[in-house]
């Protein structure tokens, strides 16, 4: 049974760090993207960050020069760099892994609260 296992998530000041990670387990297949979401409250759920199996990132404009996306293949592992946190970057985080074949998987999400 394949899982996605995020972790990283917290409580953070303005203009703070963190960092996410997204652990996968099971045989989860030929990956097309791997990537991060949020949802905040009262708001729909935002893709903002992907990365392909080749390395070619992109970014929403609201964290792009902020965030950084990468991955380990080998792990298959996806990571997110946070920085310059805002307190509207508050919201839940989820990492995202689309397989070639289309299907998706999705975490459990992480909390990712930022205020002073």
């Known amino acids: 049974q394949v899982q996605l296992v995020e972790s990283g998530g917290g409580l953070v000041q303005p203009g703070g760090s963190l960092r996410l990670s997204c652990a996968t387990s099971?045989?989860?297949?030929?990956?097309?993207?791997m990537g991060w979401y949020r949802q905040a409250p009262g708001n729909g759920r935002e893709l903002f960050a992907v990365?392909?199996?080749?390395?070619?990132?992109n970014y929403a404009d609201s964290v792009k020069g902020r965030f950084t996306i990468s991955r380990d293949n080998a792990k298959n592992m996806v990571y997110l760099q946070m920085n310059s946190l805002k307190a509207v970057d508050t919201a839940v985080y989820y990492c995202?892994?689309?397989?070639?074949?289309?299907?998706?998987?999705w975490g459990q999400g992480t909390q990712v609260t930022v205020s002073s």
């Open positions: 990365i392909t199996s080749g390395g070619s990132t």
């Open positions: 995202h892994v689309r397989l070639v074949s289309a299907y998706v998987y």
């Open positions: 099971g045989n989860i297949g030929s990956i097309y993207h």
